[in-house]
């Protein structure tokens, strides 16, 4: 599943092919996605796309009259191309744009989402109850160790709460706490400022790192043959159960939570 690097990644790709470019056409090809997609996507047409963004793991066209909104769900990849490039299975939707380019979604599970926000209004609450972007400033010192005061929750499943914290998905959540040093069944309520802090800046290199590694494939986004949304990552622990640490060499561990792999360090992380 794309998590917040590759849909970052992905915002990067597409952005400088598609920003203040003419819709011309919007093809459905399937409209039931994980919500069914609204007729009000037509209403785009003839309109420019003002700016392309992101909040958690959904992307953002502005237009004029609204925003458009595309999640990637658990397989999604989306792609700027030439209009006449052949279709491909689970080719779902396209953007068709006044210089022959078409921004076109696959999704072969169809649990991503294209959605229409008339006048910008997040009437579905999409994006109300989310927390803290992880780059940002406000997910600083102080703030993971106030959220979790009384939580009973394992740390790896209170990191993985989009009203936390939005974008720490499964893998870099196992990358990080292996680098803090932190179980992921340990208490959230009990593990101390100072860890929670060290924690909070580890997330955020994890992230950043995921980032600088993915702009490296933003090509892909305009290939018609390319992967888009998923490029090769330096794993310490996620994927990496039964091999040596990295570390010390210990075998690693593997639990499952919240039906999630959790793979852990038994010599360097403690509760």
Not at 134 to 141: A, K, N, R, S, V
Not at 158 to 169: A, Y
């Amino acid at each position: 599943m794309p998590e917040l690097p590759e849909v970052e990644v992905c915002r990067l790709g597409i952005s400088p092919h598609i920003k203040h470019q003419k819709v011309t056409d919007v093809v459905v090809r399937h409209r039931q996605l994980r919500w069914p997609i609204p007729q009000e996507v037509h209403s785009i047409v003839g309109q420019n796309v003002l700016s392309v963004s992101r909040r958690s793991k959904y992307l953002l066209l502005e237009f004029a009259t609204g925003t458009l909104v595309i999640h990637l769900g658990m397989s999604g990849t989306i792609r700027v191309i030439s209009v006449d490039t052949p279709l491909a299975k689970h080719d779902h939707f396209d953007l068709v744009f006044a210089e022959q380019k078409v921004l076109r979604l696959n999704d072969p599970r169809r649990f991503g989402a294209v959605l229409w926000l008339a006048d910008h209004q997040d009437e579905q609450g999409l994006f109300s109850k989310l927390g803290p972007e992880p780059l940002d400033d406000e997910f600083g010192e102080g703030y993971l160790f106030q959220k979790a005061q009384k939580k009973r929750v394992p740390i790896k499943s209170f990191l993985m709460n989009n009203k936390v914290v939005v974008g720490v998905g499964n893998i870099y959540a196992n990358e990080a706490l292996f680098i803090a040093g932190i179980m992921p069944t340990a208490i959230a309520g009990e593990i101390s400022e100072q860890r929670y802090n060290r924690l909070t800046a580890i997330i955020k290199e994890v992230l950043a790192a995921a980032i600088a590694q993915g702009g490296t494939t933003l090509k892909d986004f305009t290939q018609a043959d390319g992967r888009p949304g998923y490029f090769a990552q330096k794993l310490l622990v996620y994927g990496r159960s039964g091999k040596p640490c990295v570390n010390c060499q210990t075998t690693l561990e593997e639990v499952r939570q919240s039906n999630r792999s959790s793979v852990f360090c038994p010599q360097c992380q403690s509760e």
